[in-house]
């Protein structure tokens, strides 16, 4: 990535990361949970932050989650399990990074990182548990519930899957993004039976519309273009891991 296209991306995380899940107003929020219940044994939590178990004992999340004063990445949190962090590994261009743990994660469902070009126009399974909200009335507030949202890829950049937050009559039938408390969170993709995680919860541009609402576009690392870093790291780093008692 270029220089001046990473300083554009710094820039745009500062000024507004993705975090928490945000859904329909026209949709019971009691089915926006149950769908991200669906998910709960996936994902895990970390620096304020989510991520998706990719491995027994490696994180999928945001780069950005991993820096920053204050952060803590001791632990990671996995259906209320603490894990030890052997160690974090940040790509040096874009907003992607693993977590590696000193011991793999009991009672995860690991989902497989996606390695194909063809995400354009597929639909996807956002999952998170920071602040909620509607799109017609933003952000609401935290209760710590796990939730999910369904999108569609509007555009495939190479380092970015593209969303829009449409509104109810041109939108998916759990339409929702992200919003604060949820950056490094998983897009899942099913094909053929099989679940993958094709981006990490990056960054929103407003579109001149207020965070939360109807309008807003949602930004994810791309997984398919870090894929070989990404497994460049993981199989070189596989230390000899037994789970904890």
Request: proline fraction near 5%; charged fraction near 20%.
């Amino acid at each position: 990535m270029k220089l001046a296209l990473y300083v554009t991306l710094l820039t745009l995380l500062t000024i507004s990361p993705a975090h928490g899940i945000i859904t329909r107003h026209d949709v019971d929020d009691k089915e926006c949970q149950e769908l991200g219940a669906r998910y709960a044994a996936s994902v895990a939590y970390i620096g304020g932050c989510m991520s998706t178990l990719v491995e027994p004992g490696w994180l999928l999340t945001a780069a950005h989650c991993m820096r920053g004063e204050g952060v803590g990445l001791e632990t990671a949190l996995h259906l209320e399990v603490p894990y030890q962090v052997e160690q974090t590994f940040v790509h040096p261009d874009s907003d992607i990074a693993l977590v590696q743990l000193k011991n793999p994660v009991r009672n995860g469902k690991p989902i497989a990182l996606y390695n194909q070009k063809n995400e354009l126009g597929r639909n996807v399974v956002f999952v998170g548990n920071g602040v909620f909200g509607n799109g017609c009335d933003g952000l609401a507030g935290e209760d710590g519930n796990l939730r999910g949202a369904r999108n569609t890829v509007i555009e495939a950049t190479q380092y970015n899957l593209v969303f829009l937050f449409d509104k109810p009559e041109t939108a998916t039938n759990l339409e929702g993004i992200s919003g604060p408390g949820d950056s490094g969170g998983p897009a899942l993709m099913e094909i053929d039976g099989l679940l993958y995680v094709a981006g990490v919860s990056a960054y929103q541009k407003g579109n001149g519309f207020e965070e939360g609402h109807y309008g807003v576009s949602e930004y994810y690392s791309r997984v398919s273009t870090h894929y070989p870093w990404l497994r460049e790291v993981i199989d070189n780093s596989k230390p000899d891991q037994t789970p904890e008692d």
